[in-house]
């Protein structure tokens, strides 16, 4: 079969096989990335508007990141303890065509979370968004990394290992993290640290495509991403296609 015809039938397939899971996946995430504006904004006495701007951009970021790096391994670890992956491992279709019907699924089902989530910011923080055209390629840029990394780390690593690894991943992510503050609150052993790590341009890209900058938005973010991205889906089609 052509990559596109298999590409277009295992998205058909995965979406009947997750069409219970999806509505509850849809609503959790978007609880998430609403949950971190509005409860972090009670941890800030006084927000200013750099601390507005963080925190409206870091909910949208957060919930791309859970999905990618915690819900989607974790649902990967579940079908391999089910025996569907085996299943999935054995039909004759490309493995690229198979990983990109995956990340479609979640991609697309962390739209609404995503535009809730700005919805609810504008209002809470009364933001006016000056949007770039680079907005639709900066959310997909952070999606598609946080995804390839995540089911890396689902096909290298034993289901529970997996769900353990990628569960403190987003806690150090959520905690850790300049996402919803400045980098340079954190102790400079951990700035340096996120300078090579790809959470940090994460929230970049995707702040400065929702609230322009005078100076423009940045090409440093877009090229670690990619690099990142590259990296993480390598490293899944490589290991999908050892254990195949």
């Given at each position: 079969?052509?990559?596109?015809?298999?590409?277009?039938?295992?998205?058909?397939?995965?979406?009947?096989?997750l069409r219970f899971m999806l509505p509850l996946f849809v609503v959790v995430?978007?609880?998430?990335?609403?949950?971190?504006?509005?409860?972090?904004?009670?941890?800030?006495?006084?927000?200013?508007?750099?601390?507005?701007?963080?925190?409206?951009?870091?909910?949208?970021?957060?919930?791309?990141?859970?999905?990618?790096?915690?819900?989607?391994?974790?649902?990967?670890?579940?079908?391999?303890?089910?025996?569907?992956?085996?299943?999935?491992?054995?039909?004759?279709?490309?493995?690229?065509?198979?990983?990109?019907?995956?990340?479609?699924?979640?991609?697309?089902?962390?739209?609404?979370?995503?535009?809730?989530?700005?919805?609810?910011?504008?209002?809470?923080?009364?933001?006016?968004?000056?949007?770039?055209?680079?907005?639709?390629?900066?959310?997909?840029?952070?999606?598609?990394?946080?995804?390839?990394?995540?089911?890396?780390?689902?096909?290298?690593?034993?289901?529970?290992?997996?769900?353990?690894?990628?569960?403190?991943?987003?806690?150090?992510?959520?905690?850790?993290?300049?996402?919803?503050?400045?980098?340079?609150?954190?102790?400079?052993?951990?700035?340096?640290?996120?300078?090579?790590?790809?959470?940090?341009?994460?929230?970049?890209?995707?702040?400065?495509?929702?609230?322009?900058?005078?100076?423009?938005?940045?090409?440093?973010?877009?090229?670690?991403?990619?690099?990142?991205?590259?990296?993480?889906?390598?490293?899944?089609?490589?290991?999908?296609?050892?254990?195949?």
């Amino acid at each position: 079969m052509s990559w596109l015809r298999s590409y277009l039938l295992l998205l058909r397939w995965n979406t009947l096989r997750l069409r219970f899971m999806l509505p509850l996946f849809v609503v959790v995430q978007a609880g998430l990335a609403v949950g971190v504006i509005i409860g972090f904004a009670f941890l800030v006495p006084n927000i200013d508007s750099t601390s507005a701007l963080y925190l409206a951009t870091g909910g949208p970021t957060i919930g791309l990141i859970t999905v990618g790096l915690a819900m989607a391994p974790q649902m990967l670890a579940q079908h391999k303890l089910a025996g569907s992956f085996d299943f999935d491992r054995l039909l004759p279709v490309p493995r690229l065509a198979a990983l990109a019907a995956d990340m479609t699924i979640w991609i697309l089902g962390s739209l609404p979370g995503i535009v809730l989530a700005l919805v609810v910011a504008g209002l809470r923080f009364d933001l006016d968004f000056t949007i770039s055209p680079l907005v639709g390629p900066a959310f997909l840029l952070v999606a598609l990394t946080a995804t390839a990394l995540g089911y890396g780390l689902a096909h290298a690593l034993p289901p529970m290992a997996a769900t353990l690894l990628t569960q403190v991943l987003v806690f150090f992510t959520l905690l850790f993290s300049p996402i919803n503050f400045p980098a340079d609150r954190l102790p400079d052993w951990l700035r340096i640290a996120h300078e090579w790590l790809p959470v940090q341009y994460m929230a970049q890209a995707i702040r400065e495509t929702l609230v322009v900058p005078v100076d423009g938005v940045s090409p440093t973010p877009y090229a670690v991403l990619a690099v990142w991205c590259a990296a993480g889906l390598v490293l899944t089609h490589r290991l999908m296609s050892v254990r195949a």
